[in-house]
Nanobody, 116 residues
Framework: QVQLVESGGGLVQAGGSLRLSCAAS????????MGWYRQVPGKERELVAS???????NYVDSVKGRFTISRVITKNTVYLQMNSLKAEDTGVYYC??????????WGQGTQVTVSS
């Protein structure tokens, strides 16, 4: 069973930085792509950033220039570096991995709270 384990969330002041980590229990090349989603109460889970197996990245407009998704293949880990954090970045961040088949994997989520 593939597992994704997030870490790195916490409380930070506006303008600060956090780095989220997502450690996979297997090689990340089993995933067609991986991403970070954000969810706030009353809203749908939103894709914030993604990275394909080929290394192509994509970001939602609201985080472009502030967030960076990256990976270390030898550690089976995907990161989300979040800089210049804003109050509206607050939410539970989930790591996601989409297989080449029909399986979709999720981590347990990590809370990010940005105080203004």
């Amino acid at each position: 069973q593939v597992q994704l384990v997030e870490s790195g969330g916490g409380l930070v002041q506006a303008g600060g930085s956090l780095r989220l980590s997502c450690a996979a229990s297997t090689s990340i090349f089993v995933f067609k792509d991986m991403g970070w989603y954000r969810q706030v109460p009353g809203k749908e889970r939103e894709l914030v950033a993604s990275i394909t197996s080929g290394g192509d990245t994509n970001y939602v407009d609201s985080v472009k220039g502030r967030f960076t998704i990256s990976r270390v293949i030898t550690k089976n880990t995907v990161y989300l570096q979040m800089n210049s954090l804003k109050a509206e970045d607050t939410g539970v961040y989930y790591c996601n991995g989409n297989s080449y088949g029909v399986m979709i994997y999720w981590g347990q989520g990590t809370q990010v709270t940005v105080s203004s």
